[in-house]
């Protein structure tokens, strides 16, 4: 990505932040009938799913993680799809790779070696994920430090408290330092939507990281008990179209948590181009955070190719 | 397309849903079908038939036969016997029906979706999403009504064999809403579809016959205009209940006025979409989405006249058009079409006329470049700006996905613009501020609001409108009474009695020597007015004359409609003070209760205690409908909806009332309390024989605080002022106690207003519901 598409961010301007509306039925009724509205099917079905894998931040955020694991998703992520697959589909092997690994700070390094001299980003959660409760000096030594180790795109948590309490002043400083921490690599905010008081919240959060300079807000950290829901995304797309809109800046937009289903995955592209168009459909403004998300896409795409019902044991593993 | 270049287009590519089982039925049936009369499939004597196609391709599916005379005579008889069966049979037999039937739609859900989308040309995915789930709901829903009919509705049974006609933009749907609660209520039935999709009608008729309902009990005869009319005229029909347009609504009302027989019209609509400043703007034009563009308009509560608010016009537009740019228009049959097919080329023509009629009169016409098939019946979605209330198409219903848009400044006026229609079926309005919403909510006069949200539906809130959308409910509790009628009074409803003949002038005024000569005047505005004509008339009794009254003309009508029209605050003065009032009236009443009863003694003859107790029940009667005031409770619906949905029951707003000449000041006061106690403005023709009790009550109005304009009182010759009052297009429902009901009815049609033919002995619940209408507010909520 260049480094002129980026977001510039704006001034904070809390007059537009204090006359956001938004109705969650209205939203939750659009959301429910998005995914009928929007059906893709066929080839057309199996395009899109592997266009879903471009888009995958492959993620493993666990406690027992090793650089052996990370390798192994590394790799994965470099080659998600058997070559015969793509070769019956007549696309080069290097057609298909996720966009990023997504890991925490101390495999940074190691996703960052293996993934080196290919397209795959490396990706790190960071400040203090997934709860943010660090002091702020760690959190931008924490990002500067993984952006050392190889890091391109950084995940960071928003304080939610400043979100409850509608501070979105220390809200936008906060997002402001990381950017400048962040350098070259891309920013993306999570705002721990599952863990706000409302959608109008959402809203208002994802306009404030935008003034603040996001690359991409990104809907959960797949810590907390609700992820990323339709209604949210509406909301969230919707901001971006209106901070678009207004300032000429193109923000991405990441669902992340609980998408497993290719299925989901292809909602999820019908809803960025329904609400955003096909531009906001592409890797540099759209990622899925997801881990077993590719596993139930390389069945459904054997499946579209044999006729018959694929088995996991017959997909490389992660 | 091969998938390497999807992958760079990232197209959205058909999504196309399978005809095959559909393909299959009609093969098997047609391809000419016949009609079910007695649960036998019939075809018509004449050999008559007409064909019917599919609009989104123009191919042919079959051929539909055209109901006679013959025909639906024999429907008619079918139903007749099967009454007495049906309508006896338990409730909870009623219910196994209904409940089988629901059942067997839910299991035919597909088929009945792709036959309603190759007949009519709606998307599959709306007739697989909405149509056939509401459907399948609304049989359920009424299964229950069967079940409960005796518990929840004593002293009522079946009105009779209805006769129905229905619409072709929701073909299976509105047969649904017409059929179900009849069944119910143990009507049986004659059902015309229309004759554009007459087809999944053909298949709900196998339904029936698959579950084993008793021939006769449904009766589906397919045809055009000349069989509907065959129906709504048929002698042996003791209901009619029609949706459609207005102008066919006006045709049937005429038709069954003076007859006898039950009616329920749901007409036409121009249902206001409101949006204000502080609304969630996208989701608002999402709804729009759905408020216009659901069934590509052609829904009679299509949310069709747009209201921005001017602070937000600009912003609102640009997204709108956008928005409007990325529907799909094409093959219904795809399941990610957002329009299909309108109906016929004859409706896509009308659609195009006012649309260039629009243009003409100065209109800005603008339509997205979506690309439209180039075989079959299409119309792009459309929207108009730069119009004003003046401009033809914000006042005609277009019937198709047309949008006409116009601003306003602050609530007041969103309120005034909303109300600017002949009719009230709908209305849509956005705000996140729960002031705002509730009071416009409040204020518009039509039976559907819906609060951010459009176009919701449940078999538990009646539908209907106010004005020139015609009368009656389905759905709901509310949407029962329509098919029933109270069993003790059928007899004294044919008892009217009526007004007796203009009496001589000849005899001299026998005026008492010790009192003053009174002049009644008309009563109007509050003040005691002079006849227009300047002329008087003198009220006689056994023994000669007993005073003397104004004799009203239409001038008088004009002018009491005016002034009860201005009353319109009496709607919402709260029940309290309205009660207040009343029981003040019946004080003042009695204190001059000797006097009354002396009057009511020398114009009717009673003797002096029968005319005390008429005076004495006035009294009680005043304090029965005071006592009502405030306890006529609307309800809370129980939906499928997240949400409240507020079943509010409100005055008509101005109601004529005819009153007959028995028991002068009782009768009178029976007709007129109860509609002012729900806070209707009422213009009261008191019997034209004895009408001295009435006009005796201005001093007691007076005195009373009732606001002026709220009762107004108009004397004379009936024959020479009820025509003017009946036609009145001020006048939102009539009250018919004395007279020829067919001609207040036939005068009715100008405005579709509501006409009761009063049943003194009514219940006093059926008093009130004859002084309402029910208005649905849906409120959903969420954070």
């Known amino acids: ?309 694929s088995a996991a044991n017959r997909h490389p593993m992660a | 397309m091969a998938v390497k270049e999807i992958l760079e287009s990232l197209d959205w590519g058909p999504a196309p849903e399978s005809d095959k089982f559909a393909r299959e039925w009609l093969d098997q049936h047609g391809p000419s079908f016949g009609m079910y009369i007695n649960g036998k499939w019939v075809t018509p004597e004449s050999g008559e038939n007409f064909e019917s196609f599919n609009p989104a391709t123009g191919e042919l599916l079959g051929t539909i036969s055209q109901a006679g005379e013959s025909e639906v005579n024999s429907a008619v008889a079918a139903a007749r016997d099967a009454l007495p069966s049906w309508s006896s049979s338990p409730g909870h037999v009623r219910a196994r029906y209904l409940y089988a039937i629901a059942r067997q739609v839910q299991k035919h859900h597909r088929l009945l979706a792709v036959i309603e989308t190759l007949d009519n040309g709606k998307p599959i995915r709306e007739t697989r999403d909405a149509d056939v789930p509401l459907v399948a709901r609304h049989f359920y829903h009424h299964a229950g009504w069967a079940q409960l009919f005796d518990e929840t509705f004593p002293g009522f049974g079946p009105v009779g064999v209805c006769g129905q006609v229905i619409p072709w933009n929701f073909p299976l749907l509105m047969l649904a809403w017409k059929i179900a609660p009849a069944l119910a209520a143990g009507n049986t039935v004659v059902l015309k579809p229309a004759e554009f999709t007459s087809i999944s009608a053909l298949v709900f008729a196998e339904i029936c016959n698959s579950v084993g309902l008793p021939p006769g009990v449904v009766n589906i005869v397919t045809g055009d205009g000349k069989t509907g009319a065959l129906i709504t005229e048929h002698s042996d029909i003791d209901k009619v209940a029609f949706t459609g347009s207005t102008e066919v609504g006006r045709i049937i009302r005429k038709a069954t006025a003076g007859s006898g027989k039950g009616l329920t019209l749901e007409l036409g609509g121009k249902s206001p979409f409101i949006v204000f400043e502080d609304a969630d703007i996208d989701s608002a034009i999402e709804g729009l989405v759905n408020a216009i563009w659901f069934n590509q308009g052609q829904v009679c509560c299509a949310g069709s006249r747009l209201l921005v608010q001017e602070s937000i016009s600009e912003r609102f537009h640009e997204k709108l058009r956008s928005r409007m740019a990325k529907l799909r228009v094409g093959n219904p049959m795809n399941k990610a079409i957002d329009m299909g097919a309108i109906v016929d080329e004859s409706q896509r023509e009308t659609i195009e006329d006012l649309c260039k009629l629009g243009c003409d009169e100065g209109g800005d016409m603008w339509q997205p470049s979506t690309e439209l098939p180039e075989q079959g019946c299409f119309f792009p979605p459309t929207l108009f700006t730069n119009v004003s209330p003046s401009s033809t198409i914000v006042q005609e219903e277009v019937f198709g996905p047309v949008l006409v848009s116009l601003t306003f400044r602050n609530h007041k006026e969103a309120i005034s613009l909303a109300n600017n229609t002949r009719y009230g079926l709908a209305g849509s309005v956005w705000s996140q501020d729960i002031d705002t919403a509730l009071e416009v909510a409040r204020s518009i006069r039509a039976g559907a609001i819906w609060v951010n949200c459009t176009n919701q539906f449940d078999a538990n809130a009646g539908f209907g409108g106010y004005r020139e959308s015609g009368f009656g409910r389905e759905g709901g509790r509310e949407g029962m009474y329509a098919y029933m009628r109270p069993l003790s009074n059928e007899t004294n409803t044919e008892k009217m009695v009526d007004s007796g003949e203009q009496k001589s002038i000849s005899n001299p005024p026998t005026n008492d020597a010790e009192t003053v000569d009174r002049t009644a005047k008309m009563y109007i505005g509050g003040k005691q007015k002079r006849p227009d004509g300047g002329y008087t008339m003198d009220v006689t009794g056994p023994s000669g004359t007993v005073g003397q009254v104004g004799r009203g003309n239409r001038k008088d009508i004009r002018d009491a409609v005016e002034a009860a029209s201005g009353a319109t605050k009496w709607a919402t003065t709260n029940a309290h003070t309205r009660s207040q009032i009343l029981y003040y009236i019946a004080e003042n009443l009695e204190q001059r209760s000797a006097e009354f009863a002396r009057r009511i003694s020398a114009m009717t003859g009673l003797n002096t205690d029968d005319a005390e107790s008429e005076v004495a029940d006035a009294v009680s009667e005043w304090f029965r409908w005071a006592a009502w005031a405030d306890k006529y409770d609307g309800a809370v619906h129980e939906t499928t909806m997240h949400g409240l949905v507020l079943a509010l029951n409100e005055p008509l707003g101005v109601v004529g009332v005819i009153c007959g000449d028995e028991r002068p000041l009782c009768g009178f006061t029976r007709l007129v309390a109860p509609l002012i106690a729900m806070g209707n403005s009422v213009i009261a023709v008191p019997s034209q024989s004895n009408p001295l009790a009435a006009t005796d009550l201005y001093q007691v109005l007076e005195t009373s605080d009732l606001p002026d304009g709220v009762l107004n009182i108009v004397t004379g010759i009936h024959s020479e002022f009820v025509p003017a009052l009946s036609a009145h297009d001020g006048v939102d429902s009539m009250w018919v106690g004395a007279g020829d009901v067919d001609e207040v009815q036939i005068a009715s049609v100008s405005n579709m207003k509501r006409v009761w033919k009063v049943n003194m002995d009514a219940s006093g619940e059926e008093f009130l519901r004859q002084s309402t209408h029910v208005k649905n507010i849906w409120l959903p909520h969420g954070v």
């Not at chain 1, 809907?219 to 907390?224: D, F, H, Y």
């Not at chain 1, 592209?269 to 390389?298: T, V, Y």
């Open chain 1, 1 to 309: 990505m260049a480094a002129e598409s980026r977001n510039r961010g704006t001034t904070l301007d809390l007059e537009l932040i204090n006359s956001i509306h938004i109705n969650r039925s209205a939203l939750e009724r659009r959301a429910g009938s998005l995914p009928k509205r929007r059906a893709v099917k066929s080839d057309w079905q199996v395009a899109w799913m592997l266009h879903a894998i471009r888009c995958i931040d492959l993620t493993t955020l666990a406690g027992d993680d090793t650089p052996g694991r990370v390798l192994r998703i590394s790799q994965k992520a470099i080659r998600p799809i058997r070559s015969d697959l793509l070769s019956a589909l007549d696309l080069d092997v290097d057609t298909i790779h996720c966009a990023s690994v997504c890991v925490y700070h101390n495999m940074v390094e190691t996703v960052a070696k293996s993934v080196q001299g290919s397209p795959v980003g490396t990706c790190a959660v960071s400040t203090g994920f997934p709860a943010g409760h660090i002091p702020h000096h760690q959190k931008l030594e924490q990002i500067e430090a993984s952006v050392a180790d190889g890091a391109t795109e950084i995940d960071i948590v928003v304080s939610r408290s400043n979100v409850l309490r509608n501070d979105w002043q220390a809200l936008y400083d906060e997002v402001k330092d990381f950017r400048q921490s962040c350098g070259d690599a891309h920013l993306k905010t999570i705002l721990a939507t599952g863990e706000l008081a409302s959608l109008k919240q959402v809203a208002q959060a994802s306009q404030v990281c935008m003034m603040a300079g996001a690359d991409f807000i990104k809907t959960s950290t797949g810590k907390e008990s609700v992820n990323a829901t339709l209604p949210v995304g509406l909301v969230m797309a919707r901001a971006i179209r209106d901070f678009y809109e207004r300032t000429g800046n193109k923000v991405g937009f990441k669902p992340a948590g609980g998408i497993a289903k290719a299925k989901d995955a292809v909602t999820w592209l019908a809803m960025m181009k329904e609400e955003l168009g096909e531009e906001w459909m592409r890797p540099n403004l759209f990622r899925i955070g997801a881990s077993s998300l590719l596993g139930d896409i390389e069945r459904q795409l054997e499946f579209h190719l044999s006729g018959h019902y």
